[in-house]
């Protein structure tokens, strides 16, 4: 609990890119409130910085992981 207040003081957009990546973390548990939450919450400047971060974690795109963990309830019947 210590470690996350901390990296989340001493650099938020490594936090919430941390937050989204163990959001989307699994093929069936994606959790879609921290993941939501994260999005919404966050001004265009510091999504950019999150972008940034995310990649450097995982080396992949935040915005093709969104696409594909929400896809299925984005999509119309």
Do not use: Y
């Not at 974690?57 to 299925?72: A, F, I, K, Y």
């Amino acid at each position: 609990m210590l470690r996350t207040v901390i990296l989340c003081i001493d650099s938020p957009e490594k936090h919430f890119a941390e937050v989204i990546r163990a959001s989307t973390v699994g093929q069936w548990n994606t959790d879609k409130d921290s993941l939501t939450r994260v999005i919404v919450t966050q001004a265009e400047i510091d999504m950019k910085k999150i972008k940034g971060e995310f990649f450097k974690m995982s080396n992949t795109n935040l915005d093709d992981v969104v696409t594909r963990e929400v896809s299925g309830f984005t999509e119309t019947s």
